[in-house]
């Protein structure tokens, strides 16, 4: 539960900043993510490394499309693997997302707050297990992009986000922060 205070407060901390048009209608985005994701507890007790793809198009100065390409896995540290030789992850998560993203932009500063959803699908893979399942898969996030450089066509972003996966006959829920950067395509 303190961990999602704290999670709610950075999240409404990143809104409170005012915005510059670091982006714009007609610009195109491509960034990445590195992060964090915990497993849905009802699941797996386990929480792992995550890395995003992701590129997008902005159909107006508030509004963009973005497609995201994401993999999560947490990687068994026991002896007894290292004895084994195995390299491979004990749990993984891959999605595929096509997103709506909604920017807040207002006078001053440097700062681009942003909510998305989206829908794909996930394959959650036990490998050890030989366990594995795909679904629909839904996302809703929250960020801001801390834009810098000449004409502001580079920027931080740091986002919280919540992925619901319908595998194995039930939904999980898996919660991931992550920071990484994005680059402008455009004017």
Not at 58 to 70: N, S
Not at 136 to 148: E, K, N, V
């Amino acid at each position: 539960m303190k961990r999602r205070l704290l999670v709610s407060s950075l999240v409404a901390l990143l809104f409170a900043g005012p915005a510059v048009a670091g982006i714009g209608k007609g610009d195109g985005e491509i960034g990445f993510d590195l992060g964090y994701t915990e497993f849905d507890q009802n699941l797996t007790g386990q929480n792992g490394a995550r890395l995003a793809l992701r590129g997008g198009y902005h159909v107006t100065r508030l509004f963009q499309i973005e497609g995201q390409v994401a993999a999560s896995a947490h990687y068994n540290t026991d002896a007894i693997f290292h004895r084994m030789g195995s390299r491979r992850a004990d749990t993984s998560l891959q999605t595929y997302f096509a997103d709506g993203v909604f920017n807040f932009h207002s006078k001053g500063g440097n700062v681009v707050p942003y909510v998305l959803a989206g829908v794909g699908s996930g394959t959650l893979d036990f490998p050890f297990a030989n366990v594995s399942d795909s679904g629909p898969a839904t996302l809703i996030a929250g960020g801001s992009r801390f834009f810098f450089g000449d004409r502001h066509g580079a920027a931080f972003r740091l986002e919280f986000s919540r992925i619901s996966v319908r595998v194995f006959d039930e939904t999980t829920r898996h919660f991931s922060v992550t920071a990484g950067f994005t680059w402008r395509l455009g004017d």
